[in-house]
């Protein structure tokens, strides 16, 4: 049973550029969540994708955008990245009612770095 | 907005000793996870805390969630080198998917 996947693991981009980031969910799951994590701080929410539709969204602008598709899985869109995009992405699945709240299990992380 | 503080930022430890790390939440939490970070790892799940007052056991580790729903702390009794890692909490409120991260205590454990 394959746990949460993420690929790729690690990217470089230069500032003004456009990155895509992808995510397949655990076996199961038909939720995922989005995170930012940047060195040293604790992983900040982006968004939560259910039922192919942005269910909740975080305090992020409108340059990250997402994707979830009819298999669950999901992607994160960036536009115009900025050198503070620079941060370790994570992607989160989990089982959930309408509301979301069961355990998320996280997958291995998207590294991007911004020059 | 909702927020989760934890402390303390940084706890160094000889082996053998014990570790507390706290986390308090602005609001009242629908249930509270918490989470370990490997250096270099991602987020691994540990535990999710529904009731009010409750109080949960993973062999060394001691998980409590406060009788208000605000607060938890995790106990490890006799900390050894593979409990190094970053410790997350994470609140999760009612009708909302989304977790709402600590900051992590970071633990250093001493041969």
């Known amino acids: 049973d394959a746990g949460v996947t993420q690929s790729p693991t690690h990217l470089i981009k230069t500032r003004g550029q456009q990155v895509t980031l992808r995510c397949s969910p655990k076996s199961g799951h038909d939720t995922v969540s989005w995170y930012q994590q940047a060195l040293g701080q604790g992983p900040q929410f982006i968004f939560q994708y259910y039922e192919e539709e942005e269910r909740q969204r975080g305090n992020f602008p409108d340059r990250f955008s997402g994707h979830q598709f009819p298999n669950y899985s999901s992607e994160l869109n960036v536009n115009a990245l900025l050198l503070g995009d620079s941060a370790l992405y994570l992607c989160?699945?989990?089982?959930?009612?309408?509301?979301?709240?069961?355990?998320?299990?996280f997958g291995p992380g998207t590294r991007l770095t911004v020059l | 907005g909702q927020q989760v503080m934890q402390i303390p930022q940084y706890q160094h430890v000889q082996e053998g000793e014990d570790f507390t790390t706290y986390c308090n939440s602005s609001t009242t939490l629908s249930n509270i996870q918490w989470y370990k970070q490997r250096p270099g790892g991602h987020p691994v799940f540990l535990i999710q805390l529904v009731k009010s007052g409750e109080v949960k056991k993973q062999k060394r580790l001691t998980f409590q969630f406060g009788e208000a729903k605000k607060n938890s702390s995790l106990h490890i009794t006799a900390t050894q080198t593979t409990d190094v890692g970053t410790y997350f909490c994470?609140?999760?409120?009612?009708?909302?998917?989304?977790?709402?991260f600590g900051k992590g205590t970071k633990l250093s454990v001493k041969p």
């Open positions: 989160a699945s989990s089982l959930a009612g309408p509301f979301g709240t069961d355990t998320q299990y």
């Open positions: 994470a609140g999760n409120q009612r009708s909302q998917g989304n977790l709402i």
